[in-house]
């Protein structure tokens, strides 16, 4: 499977991000929700929800390859929740 992280960042409706991905030539739409670009880094927080992403690009891009790899695309989306990015602190 060839993934390739193409962009652009985008706002999404639910205030959230949407970046396009090339999966095997098909274009997928990773959108990552509004709450999971708050709880990536809850310590380092931007307001703006594209300064969130991409002060945590790879890891967000990291959390929705592993979805894709795992197969769990909906049609053409794949949805990234906090629970596929929060950092477990001490």
Known sequence: MKIEFIGPA????????IYNALV??????CHFSFEALQDV?????????L???EA??????????SKITRGLVSG?????YT??????KP
Not at 10 to 17: L, P, R, S, Y
Not at 24 to 29: L, M
Not at 41 to 49: I, K, R, V, Y
Not at 76 to 80: F, G, P, R, Y
């Open 10 to 17: 985008e706002t999404a409706e639910d205030d959230g991000v």
């Open 24 to 29: 095997d030539g098909k274009t997928i739409r």
């Open 41 to 49: 880094d809850p310590d380092n927080l931007h307001g703006n929800p």
């Open 51 to 53: 300064k969130q992403f």
């Open 56 to 65: 945590h690009r790879l890891i967000l891009l990291s959390a929705a390859e």
């Open 76 to 80: 053409d989306t794949v949805n990234i």
């Open 83 to 88: 629970n596929d990015v929060a950092i477990n």
